[in-house]
């Protein structure tokens, strides 16, 4: 099992091309919240606008959408109810990430296999929270052509998914129920204290070294999905960027975590800039 130390950062976060334009750091569609879940939505989004991606739009409820507006007025939205015009946005965009605070409805199940059944050679497709949920109840065809499929399920989400109960969540019982569920292309992230990244294609497994518990709060799973898409979306689609974001995400944490008892998702969102240009700069 390889450790995550901060030399991924190094590897992955690139100064910005001077000719560049928000064209070159990727698109990124989040299918995310309910009326009762608007802040999964809005931490997944903020994650990837402060991870930089250059384009973010965000398909939810449409109660949702004045507090989008009004929290994260970079952010673009589409009505979650108006799968055709979902389905046509999807299609424009490098990253799709689906699943925080989603109710777990047919229309959204329906939705789900939609999303995995058009996605192309050149997307990325990161399911977590009730887009799992799903996978879990439903029987979803996985047969895609997306270029990577990221899982970020928590213990309890891979537990249904994988029927693997907590305490045999062992990296080879993992790596094999991987193998049997999920495409080629996948990577695991098995979230917990610490980490497990497991990529499907190799077979390697990957430790997180950073991590505190300040980060035992809601939403801090949230704002990994939306910075591993935006990760994705702007640097090169391979396991790299994934590590990349898993370990940026925890060793923000870490940081704010020696002045503060908690580290609240959206304050670790609003650090991301400042370190992302931190590592960028030891290139
Ligand atoms: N403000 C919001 O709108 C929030 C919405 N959220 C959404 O709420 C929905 C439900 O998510 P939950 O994860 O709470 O529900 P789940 O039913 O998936 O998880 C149940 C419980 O599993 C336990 N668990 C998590 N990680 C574990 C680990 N590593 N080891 C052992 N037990 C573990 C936790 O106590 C958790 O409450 C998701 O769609 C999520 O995205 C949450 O992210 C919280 C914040
Ligand atoms: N005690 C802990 N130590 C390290 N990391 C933790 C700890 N508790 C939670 N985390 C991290 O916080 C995140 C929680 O994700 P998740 O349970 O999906 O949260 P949510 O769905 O509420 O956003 C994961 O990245 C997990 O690794
Ligand atoms: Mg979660």
Request: with cysteine.
């Amino acid at each position: 099992m390889e450790k995550l130390t901060n030399e991924i950062l190094k590897q992955v976060i690139q100064p910005r091309p001077l000719k560049s334009h928000k064209g070159t750091f990727g698109k990124v569609l989040i299918i995310a919240g309910s009326q009762n879940y608007t802040g999964a939505a809005l931490m997944a989004t903020k994650a990837a606008v402060y991870t930089g991606a250059g384009l973010v739009t965000l398909a939810t409820d449409p109660h949702n959408f004045t507090s989008v507006h009004a929290v994260l007025p970079e952010a673009m939205v589409v009505d979650l109810r108006d799968q055709t015009a979902v389905l046509q946005l999807a299609q424009t965009m490098n990253v799709i990430a689906m699943g925080p605070g989603l109710q777990p409805t047919l229309a959204n199940t329906a939705l789900l296999q939609r999303i995995i059944n058009a996605a192309t050679a050149s997307q990325s497709l990161i399911m977590d929270a009730t887009a799992l949920n799903l996978w879990s109840q439903q029987s979803l065809t996985m047969t895609t052509n997306a270029q990577k499929i990221v899982l970020t399920p928590h213990a309890v989400e891979w537990q249904r998914l994988s029927q693997l109960a907590l305490s045999t969540q062992q990296p080879s019982a993992n790596l094999r129920c991987l193998r049997q569920k999920a495409p080629k292309q996948t990577v695991l992230v098995l979230k917990g204290a610490p980490t497990a990244i497991y990529d499907n294609q190799t077979g390697q497994i990957f430790q997180n070294t950073a991590g505190t518990a300040a980060m035992a709060t809601g939403g801090t799973g949230d704002t990994l999905t939306g910075m591993i898409a935006g990760f994705l979306a702007q640097f090169s689609v391979q396991t790299a960027a994934i590590l990349a974001a898993v370990y940026l995400h925890s060793y923000i944490a870490e940081q704010l975590a020696q002045k503060y008892y908690v580290v609240l998702p959206t304050q670790l969102s609003e650090a991301i800039p400042y370190w992302m240009h931190y590592f960028a700069e030891q290139n």
